[in-house]
């Protein structure tokens, strides 16, 4: 029986709503989880809920949703009666001194229907939200509107996301004495001003900056607490990034214009860096080497479009995982990390490039290349690559499309070319993925392919993941390979999965006399 309905003497159920019961704070807090629009609905339940409805301390307005074309905008009128819905709301929040946890206001990105009124406006409702202790801020404000300096002292304020607004230069003290977190998007703000909120928050732990202007040079203070620091496109080709705290634990950067490295810190000040994220056209090997020996407790790196790096030696006990991804002017990589579980290579899988890795944890590896670069040399450097490893629990060879290179896209592996080369028997390792993404192998290509893995490594598993329009003949192609290989190596696979195919009756027969003739 439902413990909220009881029998009455008539052996009718009394149904009882508990739920009203809640307390506000509760129930504010369960329909937080509502947007806007589905949390105002709930107002038809009972006068209670158009109470609670109407005491929502999370208030959201969108002027236009970003999908759709401006077409579909609201009209003027339309946009004025919601404009007057939220002053309304805005203002019994005011009058009855009404908690705002949550203020998200969205305009969009153009001039068109925002005036010097709506701009007075927007201040007001900031001013309310920060007098009734606003804990997070949304604002993605019209072009040019500047964030008022009430805002600068808002004690409550926890999370601040600007974007497309101005922060002007403010010679006050900041009292953002709360603030945790701050984003940053095409925001055009004067460097002493940026330089004054970093300094001023103390608490602060997580900041982003994308695609904004206005400064040359970032400090980050040795005062500072910034424990996440993410630099977007957002530097002149002359700016300067300037680290002077020993906090961060994770630092992103992206720069794909400058031909310089413009980060500056202390040697020892990155010594509890967990994360490197760098896509930097800038960057160069001497600039890595003196980049990596401060960061003693580096577990993440990823290296993408490093254009310039050439010679690259990683030694590191903490490192966990490496992330290579079309840096092209690569030409020799060692690696000596013996706690490293993930490597991950995109790019041209060829001759150009040597790649050595030492480590003694289970390691997953992942190929991202062309199927033009798997020929008998690429299989060699596959192969190569593994012998460094003390296990490998499993390999992910990824094969995008390839339009660009048309006319080769046949896989060749003649095992004859490698002479008197010999790296020992094929790598025992768990499960072996395989990915084709928007191409068809033709049944050469398909035989070198399994001919060249099976040479390389005996897997236990294979799964095979398709993203093609014709998913069903490349199942039968490789099905029929599959068999062919298998047996040719006297291969004993245990399991073969394709985890996103479906697969006619006849795949599913097939599948099933394999399955016996392979004894799995």
């Known amino acids: ?97 009404l908690r705002v946890r949550t203020l998200r206001l969205i305009f969009p990105d153009s001039n068109e ?58 010679n006050g003290a900041i009292n953002l004495a709360s603030l945790q977190t701050l984003e940053l998007i095409c925001v055009d703000v004067e460097e002493r001003m940026l330089n004054h909120i970093i300094s001023s928050c103390l608490l602060l732990k997580c900041l982003s900056v994308y695609y904004c202007s206005g400064f040359k040079t970032l400090v980050i203070p040795c005062c500072s607490q910034v424990k996440e620091l993410t630099l977007s496109n957002t530097l002149p080709k002359d700016g300067t990034i300037v680290l002077e705290t020993s906090s961060l634990a994770c630092f992103k950067f992206s720069d794909s214009t400058s031909d310089r490295w413009p980060v500056m810190s202390k040697p020892g000040l990155l010594r509890n860096l967990r994360t490197l994220d760098l896509f930097s056209s800038g960057i160069t090997d001497e600039d890595l080497g003196k980049l990596l020996p401060q960061s003693a407790s580096l577990e993440t790196l990823h290296l993408v479009n490093c254009r310039r790096l050439t010679m690259i030696r990683i030694s590191s006990v903490q490192l966990k995982e490496i992330y290579l991804d079309e840096c092209d002017g690569l030409v020799h990589v060692t690696i000596d990390a013996p706690s490293l ?125 398709f993203f093609l329009h014709e998913p069903d003949l490349m199942i039968q192609l490789f099905m029929s390979e599959l068999e062919d290989m298998a047996n040719c190596w006297e291969h004993p696979l245990k399991r073969i999965k394709f985890p996103d195919a479906n697969c006619s009756n006849t795949l599913e027969s097939k599948k099933v006399d394999l399955q016996l003739r392979l004894h799995w």
């Open 1 to 97: 029986m439902n413990p909220d309905c009881e029998e009455t003497v008539s052996g009718q159920l009394n149904t009882m709503d508990r739920f009203s019961d809640l307390p506000d704070f509760i129930v504010h807090h369960i329909i937080s989880f509502l947007d806007t629009r589905e949390a105002y609905r709930t107002c038809i339940l009972s006068e209670r809920w158009a109470h609670i409805s109407a005491t929502n301390p999370i208030l959201e307005f969108h002027y236009y949703v970003p999908k759709f074309p401006r077409r579909c905008w609201p009209s003027e009128e339309v946009s004025s009666r919601l404009l007057g819905y939220l002053d309304s709301r805005m203002q019994r929040y005011a009058k009855d001194s």
């Open 113 to 170: 229907v925002f005036s010097c009124e709506l701009s007075c406006k927007v201040d007001e409702w900031i001013q309310i939200a920060v007098r009734n202790q606003v804990a997070r801020l949304d604002l993605h404000g019209p072009l040019n509107y500047q964030l008022p300096d009430i805002l600068l002292s808002a004690k409550s304020l926890r999370q601040l996301n600007c974007s497309q607004v101005k922060i002007p230069y403010y």
């Open 341 to 465: 579980t993930k490597f991950k290579y995109k790019g041209d899988f060829d001759r150009h490039c040597i790649i050595t890795i030492s480590s003694q944890a289970s390691c997953v590896l992942s190929v991202h290349t062309t199927p033009y670069c798997l020929d008998t040399l690429g299989f060699f450097k596959l192969k190569q690559l593994m012998t460094g490893l003390r296990s490998c629990n499993a390999l992910k060879i990824s094969l995008p499309d390839n339009y660009y290179e048309s006319g080769r896209d046949d896989i060749k592996f003649v095992e004859e070319e490698l002479g008197d080369v010999n790296l020992g028997p094929p790598r025992d390792i768990r499960e072996l993925k395989l990915s084709l993404h928007d191409q068809n192998l033709s049944r050469s290509s398909m035989s070198a392919f399994l001919n060249g893995l099976f040479w390389t490594c005996r897997p236990d598993i294979i799964s095979f993941q």
